[in-house]
């Protein structure tokens, strides 16, 4: 059989639907490549339909659906290498989720290009820390200051990295998206924060903040300039449009992200400042419960420089900082999170990544490859480390734990902790807190980031001690019909291969089992199709429901996930009918073998009820 080259087919696809600027929107789900167009008659269909790899064009919802088979993944990332327009895998609508689900996945997605380099760079500012407690090397020295540089650079200019990834995700300016982001944290600019005079802007004030290693205000600075980048194009002639679109761009959201951004950050930082000096002087426990748990918030939204000068000025007088002693166990807490999913993960680039952000995590405090690109993603762990901050926090304060100097929170930093407070209740607030988030995220886990195959990985390859699969069970109880009689035209043509269709009985709970033994290759994000590819290269498609993928996950209660074994019967997914025929969905669930062409025989049984595990497809090698 031959293999598709993928990384051909994308950029004769995305010529054959009309380019980039025709693509409004792209998702991918079990099997099919789902585009949004923004003229549908611009695509070349029959064109598209004849590319090898594609297996057929469907029409339908709005959407423009190529479908692809199972290595659907492998061409939605190549696409994603010439298009700004991908999204992911698809979920309600396209956009579904709560708004802190659709947050995070779009905080997710403009880190995740340059966490590998704040992985790096966090190290080398943890092998610094220990380089100069260990007293290898001296602060003054300009050896520390260049490499000091090297590793602080992509996190204190982190705004302009996010501008150019943010730029490509809200489809703008990239090269203006970084002049804004510049402005940002420009010497002068920056000057003007640290003098704390008086700010003005044509007369507006301007409440100065700290916008270095910030993430929200370049990521909600962009995204507004992106849509007035497309009002003004519309509007402005073409003779000046090249050099006044991004004229104005600069002209307006400069002192728009200046005026606004800076006050409401300044507002907050100082609203949490004062409520966590009343916290430490009444309730101290409650005070290290918030620090522990939300520092790392904080720190996400850039409002913990509301925190920093109160802490520095408590060093001055009574000599140390009580604020500062909660967020070693706050900080430890998530790198020992990031452990937790180095130890746990099936996926390897998340295992490479987490172990390095972990460790650069414990010894410099240098969490952001942690968070951004392990602990938020996955969002599990980022709770459990918030939880364990919060336990260790409420230790450390009820002990009046706390530094007497500024310190990074890290283990290097642990000396300055030790001439303030009960010694005993700060290190077991530590301990306590690192022991309660890897125990959590080791005990209860997280959905682990499914790994895309190589192109052609899923061609039948047996390997050489596999039995022979020769029967399909029933993936649930039902009653089997022929493929032919399912109502979605790609399943019933029999486009992506042989197979039944099984509508379920009674109502309430349905139980959705692996039909044969292999490992899980795919696992939607929304809990409505599985793949399986069997010891001796046999590729299942399990999907349950048609156009289920809509409902982003509601009603699917997933037990399985990526990566993992399953054995013949195994629980994949419990559904909930009732939520099925209210959002009006058929419930027929699709058996099909993906890869028949490679097979002798792939024979349907059709015997009318069948039960989990019955035989509803023969196989013949």
């Known amino acids: 059989m031959a293999k598709t080259d993928y990384a051909a087919l994308a950029p004769q696809l995305l010529d054959k639907v009309g380019g980039e600027a025709n693509i409004r929107s792209m998702s991918h789900c079990a099997t099919r490549l789902r585009l949004v167009l923004v003229d549908e008659s611009k695509a070349a269909t029959e064109e598209i339909k004849g590319l090898p790899g594609v297996v057929t064009v469907v029409q339908a919802a709005g959407q423009y659906q190529v479908v692809i088979g199972n290595d659907v993944p492998v061409v939605f990332e190549e696409l994603g290498r010439l298009t700004s327009a991908a999204t992911g895998q698809e979920d309600a609508g396209g956009g579904g989720g709560n708004l802190f689900d659709r947050f995070i996945k779009v905080v997710s997605a403009l880190i995740n290009p340059v966490v590998w380099t704040l992985a790096g760079a966090g190290l080398i500012k943890a092998f610094l820390s220990l380089s100069v407690t260990l007293h290898w090397l001296s602060e003054g020295s300009t050896t520390y200051t260049i490499l000091y540089a090297a590793g602080d650079s992509a996190l204190y200019f982190l705004p302009i990295l996010l501008a150019i990834t943010s730029a490509r995700h809200f489809k703008a300016n990239e090269i203006t998206a970084v002049a804004l982001a510049g402005a940002l944290v420009y010497p002068d600019i920056v000057a003007l924060n640290d003098a704390g005079t008086a700010v003005t802007f044509a007369g507006i004030p301007v409440v100065m903040t700290s916008y270095a290693s910030s993430l929200v205000p370049i990521i909600v600075a962009v995204w507004v300039q992106s849509h007035l980048q497309r009002a003004l194009t519309r509007i402005l002639p073409s003779a000046v449009r090249n050099f006044s679109v991004p004229l104005l761009v600069l002209l307006i959201m400069v002192p728009l992200t200046l005026i606004t951004v800076g006050p409401l950050t300044t507002a907050a930082s100082d609203g949490i400042a004062s409520a966590m000096n009343a916290l430490f002087e009444t309730v101290p426990w409650l005070a290290g419960a918030v620090m522990g748990a939300f520092w790392q918030v904080f720190v996400m939204f850039g409002v913990h420089w509301g925190l920093?000068?109160?802490?520095?000025?408590?060093?001055?007088?009574?000599?140390?900082?009580?604020?500062?002693?909660?967020?070693?166990?706050?900080?430890?807490?998530?790198?020992?999170?990031?452990?937790?999913?180095?130890?746990?993960?099936?996926?390897?680039?998340?295992?490479?990544?987490?172990?390095?952000?972990?460790?650069?995590?414990?010894?410099?405090?240098?969490?952001?490859?942690?968070?951004?690109?392990?602990?938020?993603?996955?969002?599990?762990?980022?709770?459990?480390?918030?939880?364990?901050?919060?336990?260790?926090?409420?230790?450390?304060?009820?002990?009046?734990?706390a530094t007497d100097s500024f310190v990074f929170p890290s283990l290097i930093g642990i000396p300055a902790l030790l001439n303030y407070g009960n010694l005993a209740l700060t290190f077991v607030g530590m301990v306590v807190a690192v022991v309660i988030s890897l125990s959590l995220t080791l005990a209860l886990g997280f959905k682990d980031p499914a790994e895309v195959e190589p192109a052609g990985a899923s061609d039948s390859v047996q390997a050489p001690d596999a039995e022979p699969t020769v029967t399909l069970g029933s993936p649930l109880a039902g009653r089997a019909v022929p493929l032919e009689q399912v109502t979605d035209p790609v399943f019933s043509s029999g486009a992506l291969g042989n197979g039944v269709g099984i509508t379920p009985a009674g109502e309430g709970s349905l139980r959705i089992v692996a039909p044969a033994s292999g490992t899980l290759v795919t696992a939607m994000d929304s809990g409505h199709a599985y793949g399986i590819r069997t010891d001796d290269g046999v590729e299942l498609l399990i999907h349950i429901g048609l156009d289920t993928v809509e409902l982003g996950g509601k009603g699917f209660s997933p037990a399985v996930t990526a990566g993992q074994r399953v054995d013949r019967g195994d629980l994949l997914t419990e559904v909930d009918l009732g939520v099925l025929r209210a959002e009006h969905k058929d419930p027929t669930t699709i058996l099909v073998v993906t890869n028949t062409a490679s097979l002798a025989g792939v024979v349907p049984v059709v015997s009318g009820s069948v039960e989990p595990g019955d035989v509803v497809v023969e196989i013949d090698h």
């Open 308 to 401: 920093v000068p109160v802490m520095l000025a408590q060093y001055n007088d009574p000599g140390y900082s009580l604020m500062a002693g909660p967020i070693f166990p706050a900080v430890l807490a998530q790198a020992a999170a990031t452990l937790g999913v180095m130890i746990r993960t099936r996926n390897a680039k998340m295992r490479q990544l987490a172990g390095p952000a972990s460790l650069s995590g414990f010894l410099a405090g240098i969490t952001e490859p942690a968070i951004y690109g392990v602990n938020l993603p996955l969002k599990r762990p980022f709770l459990y480390g918030c939880v364990g901050g919060a336990v260790g926090g409420i230790i450390v304060a009820a002990g009046g734990g």
